[in-house]
């Protein structure tokens, strides 16, 4: 079966990501691209790597132009996704790509993106460990790890997560499910892409600026991502988890390196440290812990939706270092999003996420 998809936001940096992937998705046929302050433009003119669909023109973002398709993405700003997922019948299924479904606290909601809670759809991160697993160095592999890609068969809304959140919680919820880490001194700092921070201008992403700068934000726990990770790492953990999470902006179009530390559990070995990751991801298409004594690079996650980790302990300082690097625009968000909808849909989980070439 081929589904009709449509894009709201098609203009931005995920929208074009979407694109990119859906390109090459046999059961997916994007119908139809809305924009805002773009509308009547051709797709070309933004995302001119998209040869397939340069000759489309964006439409205006309203709830006529965005009925009656199979599924729809949500690629708009905090709060507007809320607005524009109202307008669609039960039975679309509709894919967030920002935040407005994905707290379960409306308190956190309050105090980090302010406003009404808008609720809380079905999480898109099908290797989240969902809840604490049994210690052991035997190779019982992520078949008896519980995640999260239960929770999606069949479903007709998706909240997509974070692209910071995928990196600490991909690197971290193996290690507290399996009790090898302490939850409650975690420590996360993280070198992210200008993409990150989307498309419309702002001052501190200028050429001047960023070129040859690294400049911390979101510093002192105030991160809109925050409450997201420690809901991820609080599921798998059993008991509620406290990370301090710090990106820093770095000179790169793209990618995010996530290097995390926490505290080592007492009692454990190393064996059981490496083995809680192995069984965690042991099955896993999407996340590859790397061979004992190899870190991962950005450049190795440019344009798939791929997460690598790289796992060792700090004897001297009594820690667990767990280092993971995604392309913060596939395994962060659209690889993420088609990912989730393949499983919603009962279509093959890795369809359409092959390597297909990248914008420059």
């Known amino acids: ?120 759809w079905p999480y898109g991160m099908p290797e989240l460990v969902v809840e604490p697993v049994e210690q052991g160095t035997d190779a019982r592999g992520s078949a008896n790890v519980s995640k999260q890609r239960a929770n999606l ?44 921070a989307g498309r419309a201008a702002k001052t501190n992403l200028l050429a001047s600026e960023i070129l040859g700068a690294a400049s911390a934000y979101g510093v002192g726990g105030v991160h809109r991502h925050t409450p997201e990770i420690e809901q991820n790492l609080s599921k798998a953990a059993g008991t509620k988890v406290q990370v301090n999470f710090t990106p820093v902006l ?23 440290v490496r083995a809680a990751w192995s069984n965690a991801y042991a099955h896993e298409t999407f996340v590859r812990l790397l061979p004992e004594g190899e870190y991962p690079s950005t ?11 790289g796992l060792t302990i700090d004897e001297h300082a009594g820690r667990v270092v767990v280092v993971c690097a995604i392309d913060n625009l596939v395994k962060g968000t659209a690889g993420a999003a088609i990912q989730s909808l393949n499983i919603a849909l009962g279509i093959a989980e890795p369809t359409g996420l092959g390597l297909n070439g990248v914008a420059p």
């Open 153 to 196: 068969s069949g479903v007709k809304r998706i909240a997509v997560p974070g692209c910071n959140v995928t990196a600490i919680t991909l690197a971290l919820a193996p290690g507290l499910a399996a009790g090898v880490i302490e939850p409650n001194d975690i420590v996360s700092v993280l070198s992210v892409g200008t993409s990150g």
């Open 1 to 120: 079966m081929v589904y009709s998809v449509a894009i709201a936001g098609a203009s931005g940096y995920v929208g074009g990501e979407l694109l990119r992937l859906l390109a090459n998705h046999p059961q997916l046929e994007v119908k139809t691209l809305t924009a805002n302050s773009n509308v009547g433009e051709r797709v070309g003119a933004l995302h001119p790597h998209l040869t397939e669909f340069a000759d489309h023109i964006f439409a205006s973002t309203d709830a006529d132009t965005l009925a009656g398709h199979d599924v729809v993405f949500l690629a708009l700003p905090h709060a507007k996704s809320a607005e524009v997922a109202a307008w669609l019948n039960d039975e679309t299924v509709v894919v967030d790509c920002g935040a407005d479904f994905r707290l379960e606290s409306a308190e956190d909601w309050a105090k980090f993106y302010g406003g009404k809670h808008a609720g809380t």
């Open 299 to 309: 450049s190795s996650t440019l344009g798939v939706n791929t997460a690598l980790i």
């Open 250 to 272: 770095v000179p790169m179009s793209r990618g995010i390196l996530a290097v995390n530390t926490a505290k080592l559990a007492g009692g454990v070995t190393a064996d059981q």
